[in-house]
């Protein structure tokens, strides 16, 4: 739904029926009162912005008056750790995409509430106008590694009030489990992109009163509730279809990706976290536990490859039975690509992004594999593997421009079948082994997780040398990254805030506090190897 905002008492009119936009709900309830609501709404906006486009919105941009001091060097998080030996001096580039990331700041009611997915004015089709939970991920991260939390803690309750709005498909009622989506996708990585993000919020700013409004506990219930139910399928993975992610076009994860696995053992150990500890919250837990017991139990054991396991897959027998089965899931060892042989280096391994009864998929994800790191699913022993990979691979994962979204990239047969002839997923483009300069921030942080530095500080740079130069795309093409992305928007604003919080980070790890989780010793499976999930 197009609306318009009537300046006079700060209402939203709907002017046109379709999809609603983010922020056009009214407030109501205990919620609106800790935003502020001014009577008169500030229509400031920069000259170089698309007039039309932003008349029509429900909301505005107000870039800074002064931009003198938008970065402050060194500005520290909450979390006490020293400060980094491996500091990288402040690049020119830094203010320019404070700028750019301010340019994106959307105002409700005299009050930012969030960043827009881009402001390219190149293109009157542009349909990244909106603010999306999963986009402003890193821009809240920015803010917060840089002292402004006000926008953050605003865009936690602006989406949270949303989650009780009524949401309809076709006339059809949709059930309020499907919170924080985007009507017409299916998003499920954005409830548990919450939650983080929640937690974060929680870490920087040791502001515990907001994750412990009634509000904010039953809209913690309700996300992990859609994960946590029990339904048809028999593993402690959540099967997904294709689309549910990062990854929104049809690309073959459908099943049990990686990056869902990942992202919800995260979200189920911020949960363990945020949850008051009262009735309905020690049940929850008590389930949470169960689950990520069984979780890392079964990822670790099933979903890791290295060059071990890749040769136990590649002998294996097949039509096993009983509790005696070492080829648990029937996968046939001719299923095996011929590139994963050359690809796994003797030292090193990996998450593969899928396993389901009779198949695998064993491409590699990043941003499945850095969250399983940062979340402390995979071992530290795991982690030092991705990491190994990652750098003995650095040319086809990382190349001129970091960071490839997957590899290798489907081609002529199989990309026709499995994208459907998807033009934006050709080869090497886009969600189909692209790269995308906002994963910087996520090696980055598993860089300095796992110690290594050095290799963050090299991504960095070899994006410096693009990003600002090429306007900040989406992502890049070709086998690897020297070309702008065919259909990339520019001024994407995770880009600019994804370049932006691996800088901060680098200069001060303890920022990592916010994003990493330590693994917990005393998180140990209690079921045997041969056990189903169900006994």
């Known amino acids: 739904m197009r609306s318009t905002m009537d300046s006079e008492n700060g209402t939203v009119k709907h002017v046109e029926s379709s999809l609603p936009s983010l922020f056009e709900i009214e407030e109501s309830d205990d919620l609106s009162r800790l935003l502020e609501k001014p009577r008169a709404v500030n229509i400031e906006r920069k000259r170089s912005f698309d007039e039309r ?13 002064n931009l003198d001091g938008v970065f402050s060097p060194g500005r520290r998080s909450s979390i006490n750790s020293p400060r980094s030996s491996h500091c990288v001096e402040p690049h020119p580039i830094i203010g320019e995409a404070w700028e750019a990331l301010r340019r994106s700041i959307v105002q409700f009611r005299g009050q930012p509430v969030g960043t827009l997915a881009a402001v390219d004015n190149s293109t009157e089709e542009l349909n990244y106008d909106q603010v999306f939970v999963r986009d402003f991920v890193p821009s809240a991260l920015a803010f917060l590694m840089n002292g402004e939390p006000e926008i953050v803690k605003n865009f936690l309750l602006k989406t949270l009030r949303l989650q009780s709005w009524e949401k309809k498909i076709d006339q059809f009622k949709l059930g309020k489990e499907l919170c924080l989506q985007v009507l017409k996708v299916t998003p499920v990585d954005s409830g548990f992109w919450w939650i983080i993000l929640l937690r974060a919020y929680t870490k920087s700013t040791g502001d515990t009163s907001l994750a412990e409004m009634p509000e904010f506990q039953k809209g913690i219930r309700l996300i992990l509730a859609l994960g946590l139910a029990e339904g048809f399928d028999t593993f402690p993975t959540l099967l997904c279809a294709d689309g549910c992610s990062m990854i929104d076009r049809r690309m073959g994860v459908y099943g049990y990706p990686i990056e869902i696995q990942a992202l919800f053992f995260m979200a189920l150990k911020c949960a363990l976290f945020l949850l008051k500890q009262d009735e309905e919250g020690r049940e929850f837990s008590d389930r949470i536990i169960k689950r990520l017991n069984a979780l890392s139990y079964h990822m670790r054991s ?53 396993v389901s009864p009779a198949r695998m998929d064993f491409r590699w994800f990043c941003l499945g594999n850095c969250i399983a790191i940062l979340s402390s699913l995979a071992t530290p022993e795991q982690a030092s593997a991705i990491m190994d990979l990652i ?71 070899q994006t410096e040398t693009r990003l600002l130069k090429d306007s900040w795309p989406e992502y890049y093409d070709g086998k690897h990254g020297r ?5 990339a928007r520019k001024f994407q604003t995770w880009s600019i805030a994804g370049y932006l919080v691996a800088r901060m980070m680098l200069e001060d790890p303890s920022h990592l506090g916010m994003i990493a989780l330590e693994e917990d010793k005393q998180m140990k499976p209690s079921m045997k190897k041969s056990t189903s999930w169900f006994c």
């Open 53 to 65: 486009s932003f008349s029509e919105m429900s909301i505005t941009h107000s870039p800074p008056r």
């Open 483 to 487: 070309y702008i992305g065919k259909q």
């Open 391 to 461: 750098e003995s691979r650095w040319e086809e994962l990382v190349g001129e421009m970091p960071l490839k979204i997957c590899y290798p990239a489907m081609e002529n047969h199989e990309w026709r079948i499995v994208t459907g002839c998807d033009p934006k997923n050709t080869s090497w483009s886009y969600h189909n082994a692209g790269s995308w300069p906002v994963l910087l921030w996520l090696l980055t942080a598993a860089c300095i997780k796992t110690g290594r530095h050095q290799l963050a500080r090299k991504a960095i740079e």
């Open 302 to 354: 099933y979903f890791w490859l290295d060059m071990k396991h890749l040769n136990d897959i590649h002998r294996y027998k097949t039509e096993e039975y009983s509790h005696t089965a070492v080829n648990k899931f029937n996968v046939m060892p001719d299923s095996l690509p011929d590139w994963v042989f050359d690809f796994m280096p003797s030292r090193g391994g990996y998450f593969i992004g899928n």
